[in-house]
T-cell receptor
Framework: DTAVSQTPKYLVTQMGNDKSIKCEQN?????MYWYKQDSKKFLKIMFS???????INETVPNRFSPKSPDKAHLNLHINSLELGDSAVYFC?????????????FGPGTRLLVL | DQQVKQNSPSLSVQEGRISILNCDYT??????FLWYKKYPAEGPTFLISISSIKDKNEDGRFTVFLNKSAKHLSLHIVPSQPGDSAVYFCAASGWGSQGNLIFGKGTKLSVKP
């Protein structure tokens, strides 16, 4: 059983298109995240979301928007794709509590914008 | 501005020997540190963590050491196995990071038979 899953695994699209990446977790976690790993291999937080608040990294363009239909899902919508959006996008989840949290990651979605 | 630094992009170790991966951080408000292992075309897999109230945490062949005064942590793998070959990411969180993980750039470990 995959704890955190993402679809699609690969996504090739043209500049200017709108696309979505789906993420699902079956861990019963209440907080989900999106990370971007760029060409320099840095993993950087884009969003964190639970049913109470959405925290957005201020460097993320507003073309990117997370949508959560329920606690187990956090999808990433990207409008007007640009060449620089090409990267690997990872979804993660954790249980938010009083103590430190361990995040569990999905397998990643490799996005290539042509 | 990198708050978590892994200054060695790669490390090569002989099977059976010790692997030591290092990580430095600049933010003294970090209070939780994690190591993730990543194989190509897969997501990062949680390996081991340590809270700032401890200086050592051990799990089987993996031990993480934390030196708060030096803002330094290290991951020891003993004995190293070829299956340990992967990219290892150090990550930190704490007050000011809003629960989010701040990652280092990773160190690619190669364990040779």
């Amino acid at each position: 059983d995959t704890a955190v899953s993402q679809t699609p695994k690969y996504l090739v699209t043209q500049m200017g298109n709108d696309k979505s990446i789906k993420c699902e977790q079956n861990l019963g976690h209440d907080t989900m995240y999106w990370y971007k790993q760029d060409s320099k291999k840095f993993l950087k937080i884009m969003f964190s979301y639970n049913n109470k608040e959405l925290i957005i990294n201020e460097t993320v363009p507003n073309r990117f928007s997370p949508k959560s239909p329920d606690k187990a899902h956090l999808n990433l919508h990207i409008n007007s794709l640009e060449l620089g959006d090409s990267a690997v996008y990872f979804c993660a989840s954790s249980r938010r509590g009083d103590g430190p949290e361990t995040q569990y990651f999905g397998p990643g979605t490799r996005l290539l914008v042509l | 501005d990198q708050q978590v630094k892994q200054n060695s992009p790669s490390l090569s170790v002989q099977e059976g020997r010790i692997s030591i991966l290092n990580c430095d951080y600049t933010n003294s408000m970090f209070d939780y540190f994690l190591w993730y292992k990543k194989y190509p075309a897969e997501g990062p897999t949680f390996l081991i963590s340590i809270s700032s109230i401890k200086d050592k945490n051990e799990d089987g062949r993996f031990t993480v050491f934390l030196n708060k005064s030096a803002k330094h942590l290290s991951l020891h793998i003993v004995p190293s196995q070829p299956g340990d070959s992967a990219v290892y990411f150090c990550a930190a969180s704490g007050w000011g990071s809003q629960g989010n993980l701040i990652f280092g750039k990773g160190t690619k470990l190669s364990v040779k038979p």
